[in-house]
């Protein structure tokens, strides 16, 4: 038997007697809340660098960039900067990992959701429902992610928020 799985997609629309695809819709909303923490810090930390003391207008309204672009903005602001090595280096580290999550985050948030069932017809209540990473899809397989991995990334991001705000104080108190 293969471990692949059959199954249907939804039309993105949860029904409240599907528990499950609630749980994953409430996961991929928290998501959504926490990398908006890092979104935010796109603009924070460009005004800093910059040194304008203005919000960068270069980049909201029409101009407003994707999150990677102004990200890459932030990493080559702080590597123009005078800054100390270690909060530098601290920053640069944050914002890598940030660039890598919003991958993750782009594979979660435009997957279908999959109701799945392992080698049965599509019958009954799914064994899996989970975001289906079809663009990773490799030989017929089709990665299923589900709530509680979702819930646990959207943790790893809402701590990564937290250390770039601690980071962006930090570089706040050297610019002083």
């Not at 429902?129 to 790893?156: E, L, W």
Request: charged share 25%.
């Amino acid at each position: 038997m293969s471990n692949r799985p059959t199954g249907r997609g939804t039309a993105g629309v949860a029904d409240d007697n599907d528990k499950e695809t609630v749980k994953l819709a409430n996961a991929a909303g928290g998501l959504v809340v926490n990398f908006g923490g890092l979104e935010l810090q796109t603009y924070f930390y460009l005004e800093l660098l910059r040194g304008g003391g203005q919000w960068p207008s270069d980049l909201v309204g029409k101009n407003r960039k994707p999150f990677a672009i102004r990200a890459d903005m932030v990493i080559s602001e702080l590597k123009a900067s005078r800054l100390q090595s270690a909060i530098l280096d601290e920053a640069l580290a944050a914002w890598d990992l940030a660039k890598e999550y919003a991958k993750s985050r782009n594979i979660i948030l435009h997957s279908p959701v999959l109701h799945s069932w392992i080698d049965k017809p599509a019958e009954g209540p799914p064994i899996l429902v989970g975001f289906a990473d079809v663009g990773h899809a490799d030989k017929g397989q089709c990665p299923n992610i589900s709530a509680d991995s979702v819930d646990k990334f959207s943790d790893q991001v809402r701590r990564l928020v937290l250390e770039i705000v601690r980071v962006y104080d930090r570089l706040k108190k050297a610019q002083s």
